[in-house]
Nanobody
């Protein structure tokens, strides 16, 4: 099993920045990729970004491309999400998750382990 703990959320004004962290523990050697998702009130959970546990492959949702950057530090077993130029529509609970299969997916059902989530609120 893998345990995930997110941190770094908060309240920020539109145009501001935040960096989210996701610390993984447990069977981290089995991780192929990790993703960030978000869920706003009354909406479905949506894909934000994914990064491979080795190599430099990343994929972003169109709504965040060019504003968000996903990265990782394998020595710390931590994945980050740098969020710049934040918009009110970015307001959501952000979750990190471990990919279940050895391919990149944007579907939440293709992820096994989830963190508890961290709230990001962007005021206008």
């Amino acid at each position: 099993q893998v345990q995930l703990v997110e941190s770094g959320g908060g309240l920020v004004q539109a145009g501001g920045s935040l960096r989210l962290s996701c610390a993984a523990s447990g069977r981290t050697f089995s991780i192929f990729a990790m993703g960030w998702f978000r869920q706003a009130p009354g909406k479905e959970r949506e894909f934000v970004a994914i990064i491979g546990w080795s190599g430099n492959s990343t994929i972003y949702a169109g709504s965040v491309k060019g504003r968000f950057t996903i990265s990782r530090d394998n020595a710390k077993n931590t994945v980050y999400l740098q969020m710049n130029s934040l918009k009110p529509e970015d307001t959501a609970v952000y979750y990190c998750a471990v990919a279940r299969y050895s391919y990149y997916s944007s579907r939440p059902v293709d992820y096994d382990y989830w963190g508890q989530g961290t709230q990001v609120t962007v005021s206008s």
